[in-house]
């Protein structure tokens, strides 16, 4: 049984940081490739973030050089640092598993990824 439980998220002005942390339980979050997505009320999933096996990574425009993806493999844990956070980051965040090292992209891991978690919400006030 596969379980992703996220924990980081909170409420911060603009400009703050928070690092998301994603434990993975039932799954080597060293296969493949694993990533984080955002989805807001009344939006459309954005995937944010993605790693692969190899620890390539890949980011969504929007949070390039602002969000840094990371796995530590002998936690079984993956992280999403965040700073220089805006209001428009506001959502709520999931750690996602794709089970296949294709298209391990920020698309690949918002819209085909096989296991995700319950969410942490990040809010970010002006």
């Known amino acids: 049984h596969v379980q992703l439980v996220e924990s980081g998220g909170a409420s911060v002005q603009a400009g703050g940081s928070l690092r998301l942390s994603c434990v993975a339980y039932?799954?080597?979050?060293?296969?493949?490739?694993m990533g984080w997505f955002r989805q807001a009320p009344g939006k459309e999933r954005e995937g944010v973030a993605a790693?692969?096996?190899?620890?390539?990574?890949k980011y969504a425009d929007s949070v390039k050089g602002r969000f840094t993806i990371s796995q530590d493999n002998a936690k079984n844990t993956l992280y999403l640092q965040m700073n220089s956070l805006k209001p428009e980051d506001t959502s709520m965040y999931y750690c996602?598993?794709?089970?296949?090292?294709?298209?391990?992209?920020?698309?690949?891991?918002?819209?085909?990824?096989?296991?995700w978690g319950q969410g942490t919400q990040v809010t970010v006030s002006s």
């Open positions: 996602a598993a794709r089970l296949t090292p294709q298209d391990c992209t920020v698309i690949g891991v918002a819209f085909g990824s096989r296991y």
């Open positions: 039932g799954y080597s979050i060293s296969r493949y490739c």
């Open positions: 790693i692969d096996s190899a620890g390539n990574t």
